[in-house]
């Protein structure tokens, strides 16, 4: 959310890729359209781009959480 309250798309690239997610038990079908989500992350390394690096992610409903310290064996 914005500092009005209006939900925000952000692009965000997730840490060693899909293939790192897949191991931590993260899929396709992980995430669903409409799911509240939050996220912290690193902003883009080049500003061009406006893609930043996901760090954290945690989904209200259910409490489901992910982080990047999984994918370094934290």
Do not use: C
């Amino acid at each position: 959310m914005d500092n009005d309250g209006n939900a925000q798309r952000e692009p965000l690239e997730f840490p060693k890729g899909l293939s790192t997610l897949g191991k931590q038990g993260v899929n396709a079908d992980t995430l669903k359209v409409g799911d509240e989500i939050t996220v912290t992350m690193n902003p883009p390394l080049t500003p061009r781009s406006g893609i930043g690096n996901l760090k954290t992610l945690k989904r209200k409903s259910d409490g489901f959480e992910w982080s990047d310290r999984k994918s370094k064996g934290h």
